[in-house]
Structure formats: C-alpha cells, structure tokens
C-alpha cells in the first residue's frame, strides 16, 4: 500500500514539473522603456527596445530590505516577507518569520501606550511549552535607540526537555499611542539565525 501512495505521489510530482516547465513562470516582471519581460532575481534577459536595439539586463536581490511601518522602521533579510495584519481597535501587527521559528514582530497601537502588556504578550507566547513542561525564566532589559530612545521590557527563556528559545519583548510609548517589539529564536537555529535578530535590533527606527 506505501509503495502503491509513493508510486502516485511521485507521479503527481512528474506531471506538476512538467507543468511548471511548460509554463515557466516568472516571480518578477521587468518593464523597460514600454516593453515587458518575466525575470526571476539572478538571471539574465535580453530585451528588444523600440528602437530595435538590444539590451541585456540582470535582476539580482539584495541580502537585506527595510521595512517601513507608520511610526517605525528596521531592516530584513530580503528573502523574508513582513505581512501586516488589522487585530482591531486600533492595533496593526507586522510579523517577519524565518523557515526555522525565528520570528520579529511589531505591534502598533494607536490608542493605548502598550509598554506595561510585555508579560501578558510573554505569557501568550510561552503558555503551550510551560503547560507541556517547560520551564520559564526571566529578567527585566532595556535597548537604547540611536537616537536616545528607550525601550524598555523583559528578556526570557522557556526551556524544554528536547530545546530552548529566547525571547525579547520591550515596548516604547506615549500618553495614547505606542509599539511594542518582540523576537524569538531557537537555540539550535542561532548559528544562522542570529543575523536576522541582530540586524532587525540594529537598524530599529522610532518615529514617534
């Protein structure tokens, strides 16, 4: 019976490479002077203008992007997209999340100052692994902008029987309106992993 279901998995795999080649398509479309050409990043095309001449073009991504929200701003690894999402009531949630687990993520809120909800958004996000075990340590930290502005929270890490993860959950806020930031990596993903936090701590931009 497995090798009845490998037989038709790979067969589906066959026809949909098949198909994929047939219709080459392209993540990306170039547009030069009025003429279009589907081109995916690190390759080479050769586009006829107009005019009858040739030009060969190259499209190549760079290893990092900025990100900018309303009231803030920092760096990404270009290979990784940060989606918005509308939580109600004033609040928007920009999430960056690797293959791996590793996660950044921006909460705006535009009504409350959002600095004393960093236990409550560590308590969330640790819960399943304190429930399964898990245990749960923690201290106060505070990050200093470049532009003099303090974030302040709590650093964590929940260990399990099998791994462990960091967390980093500070916030900066006004009178009715504020941000709260939050990154979390695995222990055995910080080798390659890293960079990512550190960029996005790095590059951190407050606008309020």
């Given at each position: 019976m497995r090798m009845r279901l490998a037989a038709a998995a790979f067969a589906m795999m066959i026809?949909?490479?098949?198909?994929?080649?047939?219709?080459?398509?392209?993540?990306?479309?170039?547009?030069?002077?009025?003429?279009?050409?589907?081109?995916?990043?690190?390759?080479?095309?050769?586009?006829?203008?107009?005019?009858?001449?040739?030009?060969?073009?190259?499209?190549?991504?760079?290893d990092f992007a900025t990100f900018s929200g309303g009231t803030f701003s920092f760096v990404h690894p270009s290979s990784i997209s940060v989606t918005k999402t509308d939580l109600g009531d004033s609040i928007t949630q920009y999430l960056a999340a690797s293959a791996l687990g590793t996660i950044v993520v921006v909460q705006e809120y535009g009504k409350m100052n959002p600095v004393s909800l960093d236990q409550l958004m560590l308590q969330e996000m640790t819960k399943e692994s304190v429930q399964a075990g898990g245990t749960l340590t923690q201290e106060p930290t505070s990050r200093e902008l470049p532009d003099g502005k303090q974030l302040t929270g709590i650093k964590a890490t929940v260990k399990t029987r099998t791994d462990k993860a960091d967390f980093e959950i500070v916030g900066f806020g006004l009178a009715d309106q504020g941000l709260l930031f939050i990154t979390r990596i695995g222990d055995q993903d910080a080798a390659t992993e890293q960079p990512m936090i550190d960029k996005f701590w790095e590059t951190l931009k407050v606008k309020l």
């Amino acid at each position: 019976m497995r090798m009845r279901l490998a037989a038709a998995a790979f067969a589906m795999m066959i026809l949909g490479a098949g198909s994929a080649r047939a219709e080459d398509l392209k993540a990306f479309k170039l547009t030069i002077d009025g003429v279009a050409i589907e081109i995916d990043p690190g390759e080479d095309a050769n586009v006829t203008l107009p005019g009858g001449k040739t030009a060969k073009v190259r499209l190549d991504r760079n290893d990092f992007a900025t990100f900018s929200g309303g009231t803030f701003s920092f760096v990404h690894p270009s290979s990784i997209s940060v989606t918005k999402t509308d939580l109600g009531d004033s609040i928007t949630q920009y999430l960056a999340a690797s293959a791996l687990g590793t996660i950044v993520v921006v909460q705006e809120y535009g009504k409350m100052n959002p600095v004393s909800l960093d236990q409550l958004m560590l308590q969330e996000m640790t819960k399943e692994s304190v429930q399964a075990g898990g245990t749960l340590t923690q201290e106060p930290t505070s990050r200093e902008l470049p532009d003099g502005k303090q974030l302040t929270g709590i650093k964590a890490t929940v260990k399990t029987r099998t791994d462990k993860a960091d967390f980093e959950i500070v916030g900066f806020g006004l009178a009715d309106q504020g941000l709260l930031f939050i990154t979390r990596i695995g222990d055995q993903d910080a080798a390659t992993e890293q960079p990512m936090i550190d960029k996005f701590w790095e590059t951190l931009k407050v606008k309020l």
